[in-house]
Structure formats: C-alpha cells, structure tokens
C-alpha cells in the first residue's frame, strides 16, 4: 500500500513550528508495512490544499491529511475537500455530530460559540470521524480509488482519531510489520556507547541499530521486518546484548522514562522519597510526579531557592552555607538530610547548584551542580554527594541535573558499584558519607 | 517570488528523524518576502524525486532540494536530476569539484575511497556548488523559467552553502522582508479569540493573521512584507489591535512566557511569590524558575503531595482536608496562606487537584483543579480560590493548571475585574474572600 500525508498550516511552512504529526504517521504507517510516497506540507491556502490533494490521489492509495480543521476563519481543509469532492455544492451539517458538540460545550459548563458550528459542517460524499478529545470531528472521503482522511492539528486528538478509526479501515495484512524497540540509558556518553555496541551498528546488519541522544537520554534504536513474531524476537535478541554492554546506565525500553524506572524500583523495595531543590525549581519533583501512581511512594519536596528557605525548612544550618557556599557537597547532604527528615521517607534527594546564565565564579563555573542522597537503610542514615559540572544553556543544566539525581537514586537502589560513574561528574566526589 | 522546498531520505519518510533542514530554509525564505508554496518530503527513489523536481519546477520560481548528494547507493538526487535535465545523457566530471575532494582527503591522510568520485559528477546543464564543511558539492540547474538548487543534508554543510552560494543567487529585493510578529494569550477560548479578531483573520488582509493552539497557549501569528521599517510598522500597528481585542488575557509577544511575564510584572511591583502544590508536583515552580534572574523574585516553594505534608509543611488543619476533601477550594486556600507565611512573601500561589488517570469521582472528576492564591496588600492578608475542570490526560491536566496559576497571579497583579473569568474555569468560583 502507498500512502500519502499531507500537513497543512501557514505555521509549518514558513518555519514557525516542528511538523510532529507527519513524522508520527509516518512512524504508525511505517509499522504496518505501508510505504511512505510523499509527505507535503501546505500553507493555509484554499487552492494549494485541494490541488496537493487531488494531485496525491491520483498516485498513492491512501492519503492523510492534518490540520486547518479548527473554527477560525484560517481553517480551510473542509473546504478545500469540498472544492475537490463536490464542487459548488453547500457543506451540510452533521446532526450526530453537532449534537457531541453541543454536549460537550455543555459538560464544560461553557456557552457555545457560532462560529463553531462549521467544524461539524462535510462536504458532499464526506462521512465525519468522531474526536473524543476535541471540537473537530474529522473528515473521511473517496477520490477514484484512493481513500481520504483528514485529522485535526492537536496531536493528542489526531492520533487518538488515527488509532481509532483510520487504522481499521486501512485494512492492512496483519501478517507483515515493521517493529521499532528502543533502549535508553542516562549518565554514558555518547561515543563509549558507540564503542562498547562495536559492530552491531553495522549499517547492513539485521535488525538494525542506530543511536540518537535528546535531552541527554542516550537511545539504541532496533529495526526489524517481517512476520510479527520474527521480528519481535529479533529486537527482542538484540534489546538483551544492547542492555548487558551498556549496563548499569540503561534504565528502560521503549516508552519508559527514568522517573518511572525509579519508580517501579521504590515500589518493588517498598521505599519513598522526598526531594529537595535549590536550581532545578521544582524540575525533579515533577519528573517524579509525572509518572502515574508516583503517590505511592513520592510525598513531598521542597523548593528552597533562598538560603532563608533552606535553613528554616530544611534545617540547613547557617554556618554551613556561609562556609562552603549554598553550592557545595556540604549543603546538597544537609538539604537531602532535612529533607529525608521533614518527610518522613526512606530516600530523600536534593539539588543545588548555578543553572546560569549569572552566578558562575572561577572556582564554580556555571554547570556546577552538587546532587546530595540522604537514605535510612539497614545500615543506618547515610547521606552521600556528588559533584557534576554540566554543560549547556540554563534549560539543559537543569534537566541534566534533574536526570542525574534520579540515575544517582537508581543506581542506589540497585546498589550499583559505588564507582560508576556518570557522565559530566567530577572524581574525586564532592563527598561521600 | 515562490519557492518549494523538497527533503530527500528514507529516514524522513519513515518518521525516524525530524525534518529540520525545510524548517530552516522556510524560516530563512520567508525572512526575504519569499512564499513557500510547498515543502515535499519523498524518499530515497528515484522516479519520485524525479517527477517531484519537474511538477515543483512548473509551479515555482525556485526549488530548493536537500539530500541524497552523498557517496552511497542509496543517493539519487544527481540521477533523478539527471532523469529531468538530459535524460538519457551521461553525467559528466568536474575537475576543479574533484581537485578539491581530492585535496581534501589529502588534508585529512586519507585514500579517497572510489566510490566517493560519484559526488563530483552532474547532469549536463547544471554546475556545481563547493561545499567546505563536507564532501558532496551542490548543484545548480534552470528548468524553464525555474531555479533550481541542491544541497546535501548535514545541516551544518546545508547552511552554509545556502548562505554562501544560494541566497545571494535569487537576486531577492534587500528592501523587501517577511517579518513575524506573535501575541501570546491563556485562558481565551480559540473560538472566541477568533471572533474576537472578526475580520482581522481575513485571508486577504495585510499583515496576515493566523490563529495557533499549543500546549493552552493562544497564539496571534501576524505576516508582514515589504520595506523593513514599513512591514514593522504594519506589525506593531496590529499587535496594538490584538492586544487591546484579547485583554486582558495577552501576556506577551514573540518569544516572552507567561512565567516571564509573571516575573516582570513582579519586580516592577516590588513583590515575592512562593508556591505550594499537590498534583502539579513542581510544574508550577518549575516554569517560575525557568526564568532567568527569578531569583529576585521567587522564594520557593513546596511539593505537598500527601496530605500529612499539606499540614505539617503548610499548616493546613487536618479538619479542613477531613471536612472539604484535599481537592477543595478551602484546602488550596489554606496551602496558599500557609506558604504566604512560611515564605514570607507578598503573594503565594496553591495548586491541588485530581490529574488522573485514578483518583476521579461523580463529584470530583479527573481533571478537577482548585487554585488558590494569598495576598499580602495594602488591603491586609486576603486569600481567594478559582475552580477549574480541565480537560485532557494526566499531562495536559497538570501543564493547564500551572500555567491557569499564573496567569490568575498576573490578572492580581494587574488589577482585572474579579469576574474576568479562565477557560475551562468554574463558575461560581469555588470560594472567594
């Protein structure tokens, strides 16, 4: 099968805004053995669209379109279908559809606008596919013999919608697929990754392997084709080398964060945590908080951005910060210490340190970043630092040290050999306990 | 003028990278008054790379290709350019391209191997572009009254070569740009931000307006062409007009955040803020501290996912949360008087809510968020709740709330009419002093 997708909003060609919705067709698509014969993206022009549309007809099987499906006078696809499908001919409205509408307005206590109203408006020869998500229904038609769809812009409806009620009508061999598997790890750099993988990245091999890294998370890549089970069990293989070279720094597969990996290790050892930030703001916390079900084992956390707040809530003791600076192993213990303490958990991690652009000195230059674990163990209370000097813009530090902090919990609970190191840390540590 | 832009690679098609090169040169183009007609992605085949080049050339002055220039089978733009430009004839050599590939594997003490000869050979009719970051030159041709250019993919060689060699080649009016101007809002309707602009949005008015949604943020795209000072003018002038329509909801323009927003608002009022929150976990913090210099400003904040945290970090009574639930107007009350006075700052912003997935009721639905804001002013210590119920997954739920808490702190700061009220908020408010 050939498959066409089309994006459509003046944003997206003059450059305004990433074109996501494609590439995840793509990949949908792609997964299902379909080939991929153009991707277009258009302007919100009435001409351009129904022309981009009737020319992709004529070759491909199938074509998916998103976007210009909203109220505003800018949204044009339903009308450039109709200048396609039925020429000269009024939309027509739909009632099933308007009546959603109207519910949904109604469920949110909200008046509905007039100008709504054109978004459960089809041309002639166009059924409506319902949104659960949104305002706009989509649009489904024929032209000759190729199959028409098109998706609103926001992702989350589209793809919803896609999954729903596009993939089934595609009627696509179960038998045949494309299976992606990833591995991602945090805290190895990029080129000891590559050199501990060898020649599994071999270009011709099968499955094949790449590596990319965003946002600091290192990911293998593993593509296979063929029949479903084949294939799976081929990524499967490859997954087991890929995480056995790059252990103890991988921490979950495909669509796994590093909050959720540290997670589901609290839950299993019946452990919680507190956190305790100075530059991240809040950022760790809401990592841990992103994971669903974090109530289990996450209570609370502190953002002590002033030295005030860090010694009334946290009983950091004045002395300390005045001697070795808010930026110190000294005062990353002390904070996890008063956090441990305060909430009542067994774990508790604290960050500070100079996210920039101001506030870098020779000594500590921006990047300097102490993570500090406090842990009531068996053993006792111990709390440990380390020191990391991240690179990056204000935005990257944080995340890395937000990230950092987390990988530093994992390899805790994990009791991972105190000598691993991460990526951008400083040896000697700060100090440890 | 009006170009088409085209993106060449399987990679591209099968949605395993993202498409940054045409976003670039979309941004760059548009910058000069220059009209993308199209961006096209095809994959790495010949006939449709072919038949792609000779339909843009039909319908543009200039067409601007990227990719499929390097060394290996899988490259075919030179042959699908050649399919087009002189079909049937040979490629030919040329020598100063190969001098210089040559001196270049010199340079670096490498054999050149042979089947990288292939990158300095081109269709007869076009010429080539030297290319000094790589090893694939461009090329250049005329297809009837059309321009074309092709540039290797590695951004980096892409660039550069677009910038040295291309750009100045178009023979572009240097007193003509394509500025952007953009207006950002939260808490506005897209709906009614639409009729609110009436015929502002017409597709035919000068500057051109459009209307995008991400992430709950509104935003106004303003398009102006012409002589730089005049098409700055016409941007200022309609950014005056949207500001005035959509107020008091518009927070800022081009790149400026609401957080940022927030945060001028409060160094120019000389005032502090602290935040307390449950189900954002630090989201709200975190965008505060996204900010640089918030410092001067924000105090910090608290993370009191469970409730024993919400009393004894905040001091909310274990009655209230008994009496009203820990999802109440009362309860974010409290936590935001509670910070107000453990920070000891002059505003403080509450968030507790219901994120989902779990956790729902009849009453109480997923999505379900008070927020509650305390105030230390001229007007002694008052403190005041918003109820909203916001739509969308755990995720969306969370990004909403956070950025509804700031802007109700900027609405304070502002001085709006209290009945000014939010998307999505419930009216009548949950509880107002």
Chains 1, 2 share one sequence.
């Not at 949908?28 to 277009?40: F, K, M, W, Y």
């Not at 070759?59 to 696809?77: E, H, K, M, S, Y």
């Not at 974090?294 to 003791?317: I, M």
Request: net charge neutral; proline share 5%.
């Amino acid at each position: 099968m050939r498959a066409a997708i089309v994006s459509i909003g003046d944003e997206l060609v003059v450059g305004h805004a990433p074109e996501s919705n494609a590439r995840w067709l793509a990949d949908r698509l792609s997964a299902r053995a379909v080939t991929i014969e153009r991707i277009v993206v258009v302007g919100d022009d009435r001409a351009a669209i129904a022309e981009t549309i009737a020319d992709l007809a004529r070759r491909c099987d199938v074509v998916i379109a998103t976007g210009g499906l909203g109220p505003t006078a800018d949204d044009l696809t339903r009308f450039a279908l109709a200048d396609v499908l039925a020429p000269g001919e009024a939309l027509r409205t739909d009632d099933e559809q308007l009546r959603r509408l109207r519910r949904r307005f109604q469920r949110l206590g909200l008046e509905m606008p007039e100008s709504n109203l054109v978004q459960v408006r089809h041309p002639a020869g166009a059924t409506m596919i319902t949104n659960r998500h949104g305002t706009a229904p989509g649009l489904a038609a024929r032209l000759g013999a190729c199959r028409l769809f098109f998706l609103p812009g926001p992702p989350r409806e589209m793809r919803a919608m896609f999954d729903d009620h596009v993939l089934d009508r595609l009627d696509l061999p179960d038998d045949v697929v494309g299976l992606t598997g990833l591995v991602h790890a945090f805290g190895l750099p990029e080129a000891a990754a590559g050199e501990r993988l060898g020649p599994i990245l071999d270009r011709d091999r099968q499955p094949r392997v790449g590596i990319t890294v965003s946002e600091a998370i290192l990911t293998a890549r593993i593509q296979a084709e063929g029949a479903p089970e084949v294939a799976r069990r081929k990524i499967e293989e490859t997954r087991g080398v890929i995480r056995a070279r790059w252990a103890p720094y991988v921490y979950g597969t495909d669509g796994e964060t590093l909050a959720e990996s540290v997670g589901r290790l609290l839950v299993e050892s019946c452990r919680s945590v507190a956190t305790a930030e100075s530059c991240t703001g809040g950022w760790l916390s809401k990592l841990i908080v992103d994971a669903a079900g974090s109530s289990a084992y996450f209570h609370g956390g502190w953002v002590v951005y002033s030295n005030a707040l860090k010694s009334s809530c946290l009983a950091v003791r004045e002395e300390t910060i005045r001697e070795h600076g808010a930026v110190s192993a000294e005062v990353a213990r002390a904070m996890a210490r008063g956090a441990l303490a305060r909430a009542g958990t067994d774990d508790a991690l604290a960050i500070t340190g100079i996210a920039g652009p101001d506030g870098g000195s020779d000594e500590k230059p921006v990047g300097t970043v102490f993570i500090g674990l406090a842990r009531l163990t068996a053993a006792g209370l111990t709390d440990a630092a380390r020191h990391f000097v991240f690179p990056g813009d204000r935005s990257m530090v944080r995340d890395r040290a937000a990230k950092a902090a987390l990988q530093m919990l994992r390899f805790a609970l994990l009791d991972a050999p105190a000598d691993v190191t991460l990526l951008w840390e400083r040896t000697p540590r700060g100090l440890t306990a």
